[in-house]
């Protein structure tokens, strides 16, 4: 063994570690995904809003979480399916965004329907666990950008308390596209350059 | 006089693939066959004589199981496998910083 082979042994161990991280900028789609569902149940939220449909706002988040859930599931499975290995940021991404699910529908709808607090506020808690469901992230993968989001999403909190609780949840508008559609079309492009 | 300023390199990793196999089992939980297979670019054959030596060596376990009717294989890097590289590396490390 000489210093020229350790490089190329060193290299090589670089170039498999490398390829391993292509699983990671894979889950995109998820961010991108459950961006819009979220975006979709704010914009049905807002037109019952308008038309003083009150009692149907539960039933819309029902029906735009329903296909986020869904889509996780069968889209997770064919994922770890294709890709063939799991890694430890995977492994952890699957934890906390299941722990924050859990919170959403609690924080949304458990608690809400116990009158533990005004439906208005569950904009403000919504945001909160966004925050710490992309500064999480955002540390798992090592990525500053998605921790800024998660910032972004705290900021949004305190924001909505100035708003009248019925425009709160446009506030998700902005919110959604710059801490979930912007991360995923990053990761999307990280993706694309790693598979070529 | 060479070999008393370097490292011994461990024979069982001192091989391309088998090299390969732990540089991608370190980071992460645990990988099927067909991944390695295709991350490395290499053979069924080599693949799998280069996985039963370091498990022979105890440094990575094999399970196989079945997904619907289609036989898995999925392989995990023990502890004792996760020593031997990182000592690995660092005997590399002394091949390359020692000419500096």
């Known amino acids: ?196 | 006089m060479q070999s008393e300023k370097f490292g011994q390199l461990d024979p069982i990793i001192h091989s391309r693939i088998r090299l390969a196999v732990l540089s991608i089992l370190i980071s992460v939980k645990e990988a099927s066959f067909n991944y390695l297979k295709e991350t490395i670019g290499t053979t069924d054959g080599n693949l799998s004589a280069s996985l039963s030596k370091l498990e022979e060596a105890g440094y990575i376990s094999i399970n196989k199981t079945f997904k619907g009717k289609k036989p898995l294989t999925t392989c995990r890097i023990s502890e004792k496998g996760r020593k031997a590289f990182s000592a690995y590396l660092k005997t590399l490390e002394t091949y390359v910083s020692f000419k500096k």
């Open chain 1, 1 to 196: 063994m000489n210093e020229m082979q350790a490089k190329d042994e060193i290299r090589l161990i670089q170039e498999m570690i490398e390829k391993t991280r292509k699983i990671t900028a894979g889950s995109w789609m998820f961010f991108l995904v459950w961006g819009i569902v979220a975006i979709l149940g704010v914009a049905g939220m807002y037109v019952l809003v308008l038309i003083e449909q009150y009692s149907w706002i539960w039933l819309n988040w029902v029906v735009f979480m329903g296909i986020g859930v869904v889509f996780s599931i069968v889209y997770g499975k064919k994922h770890e399916k294709q890709q063939g290995a799991r890694t430890y940021p995977t492994i952890a991404t699957a934890h906390v965004c299941f722990a924050c699910g859990m919170a959403f529908f609690l924080v949304g709808f458990i608690f809400p329907l116990l009158k533990l607090y005004a439906w208005g506020l569950i904009a403000v808690f919504i945001s909160l666990i966004a925050g710490i469901l992309a500064f999480t992230l955002g540390g798992i993968y090592e990525w500053n950008l998605l921790k800024w989001c998660g910032v972004l999403w705290w900021l949004g909190a305190i924001g909505m308390v100035f708003i009248h609780e019925n425009y709160r949840a446009l506030l998700f508008v902005p919110l959604l596209l710059i801490g979930y559609i912007m991360p995923a079309l990053v990761l999307q492009s990280m993706y694309h350059k790693q598979s070529d």
